[in-house]
């Protein structure tokens, strides 16, 4: 017989095969049952943990994402900062892929919130990657900071989602090369 598992051990088998049945069935198709099967649990176990399908989702996209952290270090020069951030953004791209899969679901019925409030539950917590390279960059004087407007400096995040929102998956590399190469570095840099 198996050994029973318990406490962190139990909840992180079953916020594995939570993300496993939404990368693989999406919200629509996600049900506390077949994450209890696959887990090996039953499901009075999940409802003693999470209130309902929607808060085991949003814990399993969580975990998810934690395992791939976006926070890229001071590496001196902008681009080589913002093609490794992309890199690490598309380790995660199907955590992004399945969040959104909740934004186009009966979620907000289930649950009564706001896309805002599911977007603060997935980013709770996170440190904001881009920004800070930004404003490493602006200080480096590789980046003028008056060129830094709200669409601009969100623009290398908003391709990125669109990407993976559009194609369930990541951008290739060279794709994200030519973002920052031909079309954010141009429109940031100092002259």
């Known amino acids: 017989m198996a050994e029973r598992r318990r406490g962190a051990e139990l909840e992180e088998a079953i916020l594995e095969a939570a993300w496993l049945e939404l990368a693989e069935h999406g919200y629509a198709g996600f049900t506390m049952e077949a994450v209890a099967e696959r887990a090996g649990t039953s499901r009075p176990v999940l409802a003693r943990r999470w209130d309902g399908k929607a808060q085991l989702a949003v814990a399993a996209i969580r975990q998810e994402m934690t395992k791939h952290p976006v926070e890229v270090p001071d590496r001196g020069n902008v681009r080589t900062e913002l093609l490794e951030f992309l890199e690490r953004a598309s380790d995660r791209a199907s955590g992004v892929a399945a969040a959104f899969t909740l934004f186009a679901s009966e979620y907000f019925a289930e649950t009564s919130s706001a896309p805002k409030d599911l977007q603060a539950a997935l980013i709770q917590g996170r440190a904001k990657a881009l920004p800070a390279i930004l404003e490493r ?55």
């Open 137 to 191: 960059a602006v200080k480096r004087g590789e980046v003028d900071p008056k060129k830094l407007t709200p669409p601009v400096a969100s623009l290398l995040g908003t391709l990125f989602r669109e990407h993976v929102v559009m194609n369930f998956s990541a951008p290739p590399p060279n794709l994200r090369k030519a973002w920052v190469d031909t079309v954010f570095l141009p429109l940031v840099k100092t002259r």
